[in-house]
Each structure stands twice: as C-alpha cells, then as structure tokens.
C-alpha cells in the first residue's frame, strides 16, 4: 500500500471543536465540521463531507456533554462516509495546542511527557488547554498508534525579542513563575502575514505587516520580516483587545480592588474577566453580527461596546505601527475581522495620515478570498485575509511526520 497522506485536524476550543480532514497530497478538504455549545442543551455538530458529488450537510442537535463525547461523535461522522478514524490512509492527527509555555517552539510529536506538559500549563490557559488535553487523550485512544502531533500557538511568537515579551516586573518572581508574554493565534499570524506578502507580490522577508485576528478571542501582532516582533496577548489569552467576553487590557490594581473592596474570589474575578467582560460583559452580546443589528435599531449599550472595542483596535495599529517603524499592510481576519466591514472602516477611519485608508466599495464586496480593500493611493495596504489554522496545523503535522528524522 502507499504511504498514507491524510491529515485530520483538531482545534479545541472551550466549548467547541472544528475539525477538518485533509488530504495532504493537494491540500485538499475530504470533510470538516463542527462540535459547538459542547456542555449544554443546545449542543450542536454539522458535519460536511466533500468527497464526492452531492455529499450533504448533516446536523446532529442531542446534547453532548463533553469533548470526549463530541469527539466520539465526529469519529462516528466520519466512519459514515468511510473516512474513520480507523482508515489505514490516515497519517497523523494534528492537534492546536493553546500554550506550550517555554519548551515548546515548534510542532512537536505527542508523547507521554509532552502531554504532562500541556496539562502543566492548564493554569495559564484555563479556557483551552484542558480541551486540547482531553482532544488529545480521546484521539489517542481510538486510535493509539497513529502519531499525534501538537502545533502550537505560542510556536510563531517565540522570536519576539526580550523588551517585546518581558513584563516590567521583578525580574526574579517573573522568572520564577516564567511569567512573561507569550502571545497566542501564532499559527493564524504567521499564515495570514505570508498570504499578505503573497498578495502584495513579495517575499515575506520583506514586508512589515499588522495582523488583527478579531474572532471571539482576538489579538494583534506587529511582524517584521516574516518574523513576531510584538503580540497583544500575553502570559494568557486574557491581555489586549476587546474580546466576545474577555476584557482584554485593564489596570492590574482592578483585580486587588475587586477583592479587598468588592469582596470577590480570585475564581469569580477570573470568571468574571474571561467570560463575563469583553462585548458580552459590555452590551449583553458578544456576537458582532448582533451588536451591529442592534445599533441599526439605535440601541446606546450595543454602540458604546462597539466604539470600546474600535477604540482599543486602534491603539494596537497605531502602537505598532510604532514598533515597526514602516508598515506594508494591515490585515483583518477571523469571525469580524473577515466579515464585518464596519469594524474594519471604523479601526481605520482617522488614519489617513498614517497612509491607511479602506475603499468603501471594496471593503463591501465579499469573497472567501486573501484581497485588498484599500483605495489605489494609500501609502499602506489594508487586506482582509480568511485565516486557515486548520490548513497550516496539517501542514506542520505532516511535514513531521514525513520528515526523514521522524
Ligand atoms: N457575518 C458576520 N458578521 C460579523 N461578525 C461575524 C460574522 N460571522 C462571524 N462573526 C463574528 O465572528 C465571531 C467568531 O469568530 P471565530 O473566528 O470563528 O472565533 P473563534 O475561533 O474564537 O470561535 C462571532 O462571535 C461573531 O462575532
Ligand atoms: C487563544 C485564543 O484566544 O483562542 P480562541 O480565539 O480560539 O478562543
Ligand atoms: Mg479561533
């Protein structure tokens, strides 16, 4: 039989699951879904198969109570259209892995120990690593011979330089605790930063490039060359922007006041932070499509969450253009950064002296495309580029598997 070239990809978010099944020889998609409102009543997984003429979209709406139950669900998905976890075609599985701390700067084959670490690091990414721990340990018990691969977010991040990723703190209680900027979505922005160089016809070793992944969680990132020089989020997803529930930047103190004044736990202000802040903690909604319809309706909460949130959108382009001294292009992606518009005409709006500017016309225009939505004459180009983490991570998990030294 001939090596086997497919891929399945698993991204574990808190409450969810995408994945993709991928045939590595062309990049091709044989299915992908999604396991959503895992833990409630409402849970829901869409399954599409794309092999095929005609494959259908299908939907399952029973309550699933937790990953390793979504899990199983989507191996069941996919046996029912003969791609199972059980085919001797799979080559690896690909897992997104949230924080790999300080060890891990690279995709890195799962074993016994690699596993102990990720779960080490659940304290400093309590929303995903423990979903990916349990992806993870369910994957690896259907099928435990296969190599199980980690790719993960903090991987691009890693070449910031010290000034970028160290706080201003004692430098021995920080080094103790290695409590220092990290930075997450890593894999969208190192795609999204190369599709951009693609887009504008040059290398990616010569263009400077804001990326603002603005999905629930969302962050932004100043890469030069190719290369992170400085991210938004920090020890934890919790830092920088606006997000659908996290706070994203707020005076440290606020945590102290909270509990000596406010008489909260350390555990109900982390809740309170993660995810009960950001658009949702702000107007009751975190979903972007309704703040917008709630605006059109003149609602004055739904416009206060979307101006804090542009607000803060802003700092970060202008703090990096800062740090990179000359800026290629600006890119949205992600839920909002792909598709809504106002968000990217209002984060630009007011920048025409730092050369940004967005079309009207082609800002509008839809496409699941990489494209540019700034006007001819503006010094720097604004882009909108659809983020493939599921691609990139198969990418990663089947160059090492098939690499000679594996
Ligand atoms: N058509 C749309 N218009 C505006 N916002 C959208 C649209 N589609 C999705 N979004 C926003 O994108 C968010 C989800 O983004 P996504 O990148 O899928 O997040 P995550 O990966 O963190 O789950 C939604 O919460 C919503 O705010
Ligand atoms: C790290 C992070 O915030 O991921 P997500 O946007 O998937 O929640
Ligand atoms: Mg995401």
Do not use: W
Not at 66 to 87: F, R, T, Y
Not at 109 to 118: G, K, P, Q
Not at 360 to 366: D, F, H, V
Request: glycine share 10%.
């Amino acid at each position: 039989m001939s090596n086997p070239t497919r891929v399945l990809v698993l991204n574990s978010g808190s409450s969810s699951v995408k994945y993709q099944l991928l045939d590595m020889r062309d990049g091709a998609r044989l299915a992908v879904g999604l396991v959503e409102r895992i833990g409630e009543e409402t849970s829901r997984l869409v399954h599409t198969p794309l092999t095929g003429g005609g494959a259908e979209r299908r939907e399952r709406t029973a309550p699933i109570a937790d990953h390793e139950a979504a899990l199983k669900a989507v191996a069941e998905e996919l046996s029912a259209d003969g791609l199972g976890l059980d085919s001797p075609e799979l080559a690896a599985i690909g897992h997104r892995v949230v924080h790999g701390g300080l060890k891990f700067s690279a995709p890195t084959v799962i074993t016994d120990e690699v596993l102990a670490e990720i779960e080490r690091l659940i304290p400093v990414a309590p929303l995903h690593n423990p979903a990916n721990v349990t992806g993870i340990r369910t994957a690896r018990a259907l099928r435990p011979d296969l190599p199980q691969v980690a790719v993960f977010d903090t991987a691009f991040h890693t070449t910031m330089p010290e000034h970028a990723a160290r706080y201003a703190i004692d430098v021995e209680t920080a080094d103790a605790h290695r409590i220092r900027r990290y930075g997450f979505h890593g894999t969208s922005h190192a795609y999204v930063s190369r599709r951009v160089a693609g887009l504008l016809g040059k290398d990616p070793a010569e263009v400077n490039v804001i990326v603002l992944h603005l999905g629930n969680g969302a962050s932004a990132s100043a890469v030069r060359g190719g290369r992170c020089v400085d991210t938004s989020m920090g020890l934890t997803p919790l830092e920088g922007l606006v997000m659908g529930t996290r706070s994203g930047d707020i005076d440290p103190a606020v945590v102290f006041h909270l509990k000596r004044v406010g008489g909260m736990s350390t555990d109900e202000i982390d809740v309170l932070l993660n995810k009960k802040s950001g658009l949702v903690g702000l107007c009751g909604d975190n979903d972007m499509r309704e703040i917008r319809r709630r605006i059109d309706e003149g609602d004055e909460r739904a416009r206060l969450a979307f101006d804090i949130y542009i607000h803060r959108l802003k700092k970060y382009i202008g703090a990096y253009y800062a740090v990179l001294g000359r800026v290629d292009a600006v890119a949205f992606t992600a839920g909002v950064g792909e598709n809504a518009a106002p968000v990217r005409e209002a984060a630009v709006a007011g920048l025409e002296e730092l050369g940004l500017a967005v079309d009207a016309g082609l800002n509008a225009a839809r496409s699941g495309e990489p494209r540019l939505i700034s006007p001819e004459y503006a010094r720097v180009a604004v882009a909108v580029v659809p983020t493939d983490e599921e691609l990139e991570i198969a990418r990663q998990t089947y160059s090492l598997v098939t690499s000679p030294a594996h």
